[in-house]
C-alpha cells in the first residue's frame, strides 16, 4: 500500500531560522504531494502541492519539490516566524483520490 | 464562498446517545469525505462520497452510519459508540470527485467526547 514518512519532530527553531522538514513516499503510479498545516483547534489547510515529477510547490515562502528518483517532497523555507508554530502533515493522493498522511511534525518557533 | 462549515464545533454524548454530525460547502463539489482525528495523530480516511455516492468505507464499525443527502451536505450519525471513538472528526470535500491532483478542503472539525 502508499505510505508517507515524515521527519519526526517536535522540531523548535528561532525565528528567522532556515527550516526543513523531511519527506518521503511509497507509492505505485503516480501520485500528487501534498503539504497541509494544522494551526491548534482548526482543521487542515493546503499550504502547497506538485502533481508531476519535478514539479515545485510553494506558497508564503514555503516550497517542496516532487523528486521521483528519491521518492521525496521535502518542505522548505528561508525564515520561519513565530506565526508557522503549527502542525505539518506530508500527503499524497492516489490516482483514485485517497490520501495517505504522514504522522505530522510539529514546528515551534520561538520569538 | 470557499469554506466547509460543520456543526456542532463540540459534542459529548454517552454511550446510548445517538446523535448526528453536520458537513456542508456550497463550492459545488463533487467529493466529501469522513475522517477522524486523534490527538497528535494523522487523520484517518472513514468514507468517501462521490458525486452522492458512497465510494469509500475503510471498514468503518456500523455504529458510524454516513449519509449524502444531497451534493452540499455530508452527515454521519452515530450510535452506540465507545469511548475510544473521542477524536477530532473533520469533514473535507474537493472539486472534481475523486481524482489524484485535487486539494481536499477541510472543514474545522467536531469535537466528539464519548463518556
Known amino acids: ?111 | 464562498d470557499t469554506e466547509v462549515t460543520q456543526t456542532p464545533k463540540h459534542l459529548v454524548m454517552g454511550m446510548t446517545n445517538k446523535k448526528s454530525l453536520k458537513c456542508e460547502q456550497h463550492m459545488g463539489h463533487r467529493a466529501m469525505y469522513w475522517y477522524k482525528q486523534k490527538a497528535k495523530k494523522p487523520p484517518e480516511l472513514m468514507f468517501v462520497y462521490s458525486y452522492e455516492k458512497l465510494s469509500i468505507n475503510e471498514s468503518v464499525p456500523s455504529r458510524f452510519s454516513p449519509e449524502c443527502p444531497n451534493s452540499s451536505l455530508l452527515n454521519l450519525h452515530l450510535h452506540a459508540l465507545q469511548p475510544e471513538d473521542s477524536a477530532l472528526y473533520l469533514c473535507a470535500s474537493t472539486l472534481f470527485g475523486q481524482i489524484a491532483t485535487d486539494t481536499q478542503y477541510f472543514g474545522p472539525g467536531t469535537r466528539l467526547t464519548v463518556l
Open chain 1, 1 to 111: 500500500g502508499n505510505s508517507v514518512t515524515q521527519m519526526e519532530g517536535p522540531v523548535t527553531l528561532s525565528e528567522e531560522a532556515f527550516l526543513t522538514i523531511n519527506c518521503t513516499y511509497t507509492a505505485t503510479g503516480y501520485p500528487s504531494l501534498f503539504w497541509y498545516v494544522q494551526y491548534p483547534g482548526e482543521g487542515l489547510q493546503l499550504l502547497l502541492k506538485a502533481t508531476k515529477a519535478d514539479d515545485k510547490g510553494s506558497n508564503k515562502g514555503f516550497e517542496a519539490t516532487y523528486r521521483k528518483e528519491t521518492t521525496s517532497f521535502h518542505l522548505e523555507k528561508g525564515s520561519v516566524q513565530v506565526s508557522d508554530s503549527a502542525v505539518y502533515f506530508c500527503a499524497l493522493s492516489d490516482p483514485k483520490g485517497k490520501s495517505t498522511f504522514g504522522d505530522g511534525t510539529t514546528l515551534t518557533v520561538k520569538p
